[in-house]
């Protein structure tokens, strides 16, 4: 197939075409389909601004130390309060006062503002931002759409309703919902992005949701879902910067991402909330079966180590089809929830990239939530994110050595490392084995204790130098069966934990 060139002239900065290719030859004439591109903003200044609400790594820095503890909602606050012309708040779920009442006060300064939201989550202040505020709000159960998939969407667009200026024009991706929890406690990560051109595409977003450009809604053509259509642009040149963005269910989200998995050629690194999606984990096992020498760490929130439909079980070596080697994965061990979605590329390489977004890599993020994914090439936003993954990394139990755009650097060493990887089965109902990694060479003995979710020690379970699991009966130290319930077993004196369900 030959490849063919034109260029255009006389386009606008920072505007969405609708365009379609006609080709003449002496057969006739043939057409492509009908696409969308944005041209680059001319006048916008392309800052792109990343926070984490948790800890950081900073020995990994090259060469900015990315921003960690940071609370998000303050963030988001603080742009807001200076939104002049017009807000659109796509978010999940909100339940925090402050930041509603920062939305509540753009619209009393004379701000045209929007907001959708998750029909199953009409709470309290979105009535109040209704009622008192007189915001206009729908939900993806407005006008003929269902609302069967969630708007799971976290994203907030500033000031671009406008035209005066590119340079107020900003728009806010996160993992985090609009909640206290999702401010502070969760693993979170939150972007601020100063362009013209990423604002317009993501208003098209908001506007198809809507079903129109202005305040009101309109019932006829507002579209979640299914219902949506691919009609916004994905690739964008932000200062010099590509970013690719797409959004679910509509834009073939997972195809995107898996096309970056495949690209990977040192590297994948990730933190994940909900892990389903068997396209997205076939990628990974073929990069991470392709080479010795591949690195392929991840963090799962400690729910999947129940959840049947997870992957972290197949990836960490201890259910059917199960990965083997494992793949060096681990359980978040905080009490809160490990809310990211992020993917680092090739971290330490010649073309890194992060994706991050509000899309989990599942069936139900691709086919009929309402989501937003955005994929950053760049060494630059790959090291910030790094910095963060290392920090969760090592909180879970990590300890191998990550490639960086410096080195690879030591974590700490691995000889002599005892590793509890998880159980099988889960849920159980009568007995389970506990699985656990040996360091090579070492003789040693330790135990591995049971403790119900009361913290009371139930049994004692001697493990063996020779293999690499043992079974529980679900007895006591006493060798009565104990009762239908959450346990959780400890390896040693190291602090990470796995759940177990018993189920008589």
Partial sequence: ??????????????????????????????SSRRFTFCTASARSSGTIQVWFNQSVDPSLAHPDTANGSVDLAAKLIERIDQA????????????????????????????????????DYTTALVSRLQQVYHVPVISDRFGKNSGDGSMHNKFVIIDHRNHDSALDDYLWVASANGTPSGALLNAENGLCIQDEALCAAYTAEFDEMWGDGDEIADATRSRFGERKTNDTPHRFNVNGMWIEQYMSPSDQTEAAIVQSIRSAQQSLYFCIYSFTSPPILNAM?????????????????????????????????????????????????????????YLIVDAGGENPKVITGSHNWSYSAEHSNDENTLIFHSRTMANLYLQEFSARYQEAGGQAALLTPVATKEIAPVPGTWRLIGNYPNPFNSSTRIVYQRPKGDRSVPTASVYDVAGRLVRTVQLSPQRDEVTWDGTDSRGRSVASGVYMVRLGERPSVVKMLLMR
């Fill in 1 to 30: 197939m030959q490849e063919h060139r034109l260029s255009l002239t006389g386009l606008q900065p920072a505007t969405l075409y609708d365009a379609y290719v006609v080709c003449s030859d002496t057969d006739g004439l043939s």
């Fill in 285 to 341: 096992e073929e990069r991470f079966h392709q080479s010795y020498s591949f690195g392929l760490a991840g963090v799962f929130d400690e729910e999947a180590s129940g959840d049947g439909n997870s992957v972290y079980s197949r990836m960490a070596g201890i259910a059917a089809s199960a990965w083997s080697p494992p793949a060096d994965v681990w359980l978040e061990q905080s009490p809160y929830l490990l809310h990211h979605k």
């Fill in 84 to 119: 002049r012309y017009s807000l659109d708040v796509c978010m999940y779920n909100l339940t925090h006062s402050e930041l509603t009442e920062a939305i509540g006060r753009a619209k009393s300064r004379g701000v045209s503002v929007r907001l959708i939201h998750e029909a």
